[in-house]
């Protein structure tokens, strides 16, 4: 029996590691060279002033400053074309009057 630590991801089994450290082999995807992104979709005009506010704030942070965190938790950073893209989005939301979310 092995201790676990509660802030470290478990081991994944050889047969499973597969990606950008790991070569391609039979049964495994090869994600090199492939861009795989996650979407958010929200509403472009928020009913709710501060709870718009703090997903435009939190969406934002994640594509731009968060990125700073990304090598250190097994993602690769988004790309500064991507990253402009996501604040153009952000940009366009608005509260429940009209006005722009992201400050």
Same mark, same amino acid.
């Given at each position: 029996?092995?201790?676990?630590?509660?802030?470290? !991801?478990? *081991?994944?089994?050889?047969?499973?590691?597969?990606? !950008?450290?790991?070569?391609? !082999?039979? %049964?495994? /995807?090869?994600? !090199?060279?492939? @861009?795989?992104?996650?979407?958010? /979709?929200?509403?472009?005009?928020?009913?709710?002033?501060?709870? %718009?506010?703090?997903? #435009?704030?939190? /969406?934002?942070?994640?594509?731009?400053?968060?990125?700073?965190?990304?090598? *250190?938790?097994?993602? #690769?950073? /988004?790309? *500064?074309?991507?990253? @402009?893209?996501?604040?153009?989005?952000?940009?366009?939301?608005? %509260?429940?009057?009209?006005?722009?979310?992201?400050?």
């Amino acid at each position: 029996m092995s201790a676990h630590h509660p802030h470290r !991801r478990p *081991a994944h089994p050889a047969r499973y590691r597969c990606g !950008r450290d790991h070569p391609p !082999r039979r %049964g495994c /995807l090869p994600f !090199r060279g492939h @861009q795989r992104y996650s979407w958010a /979709l929200i509403y472009t005009r928020q009913h709710n002033q501060a709870t %718009g506010q703090a997903l #435009v704030t939190m /969406l934002d942070w994640l594509t731009h400053a968060g990125q700073a965190y990304a090598a *250190a938790n097994d993602y #690769v950073p /988004l790309p *500064a074309q991507i990253q @402009q893209f996501a604040r153009t989005m952000l940009q366009q939301i608005t %509260g429940p009057t009209g006005t722009h979310l992201l400050t």
